[in-house]
């Protein structure tokens, strides 16, 4: 847990610090919104405990996300989330819904961004192995990502996510699930 909060912290004051650069322009160069739709693949850093109370870490999975978001003159904005991610073991979903707050930078044909969102997440896995679960509770996520634009409207982006999902309280432990994933896909900007 404190890894995946410093690891937020640590890509958010990175992503502050371009605005204090030279040629920064706020937005997706000019541009105010962004529809993204992205790929992602990584590992669940959490830990599932199979039905023989053995843990398992480090499942990989892949998935996508969507989202919209809207920056305003100073970088900062707000954006709408989905995201889905899946373990290719053991049947594992997660799922997060909610927004997010925004800060974007241009420079030149690059932007920098930092996005971090807060709300409803859902995990669930079936299989002999592992059982089966099917829980929801709080979903919080930090995102830092680059974006190529090749021209007003169009762009690709590649970036780091970390995505966590709580669910509850069981045997004086917090539960839920947690992920680390890389993510890539197009950016249209309007």
């Known amino acids: 847990m404190k890894t995946k909060i410093l690891l937020a912290i640590a890509m958010m004051l990175g992503s502050f610090s ?6 920064y322009v706020a ?8 529809v993204k739709a992205d790929f992602n693949c990584g590992w669940f850093i959490s830990e599932f405990e199979d039905l023989s109370g053995k843990g398992h870490r ?6 996508f996300s969507v ?38 930078g241009s420079f030149g044909s690059w932007t920098l961004s930092y996005s971090a969102g807060l709300g409803y997440g859902n995990f669930k896995f079936d299989s002999d192995r592992m059982g089966y679960a099917d829980e929801g509770g709080l979903g919080y996520y930090a995102q830092v990502e680059a974006q190529k634009r090749f021209s007003d409207h169009f762009g690709i982006a590649a970036g780091l996510r970390v995505l966590d999902i709580t669910t509850g309280v069981d045997k004086d ?14 950016r249209f900007y309007f």
């Open 67 to 104: 989202s919209y978001e809207h920056v305003f003159k100073p970088g900062i904005g707000f954006g709408l989330n989905y995201i889905m991610e899946n373990g290719n073991e053991d049947g594992i979903k997660t799922q997060f819904v909610g927004p997010s707050f925004v800060y974007a």
């Open 27 to 34: 937005g997706y160069g000019g541009k105010h919104n962004s």
């Open 173 to 186: 432990r917090i539960t839920g699930t947690g992920s680390l994933r890389f993510t890539i896909g197009p």
């Open 58 to 63: 480090g499942i990989f999975g892949t998935g």
């Open 18 to 23: 371009i605005a204090n650069a030279q040629g």
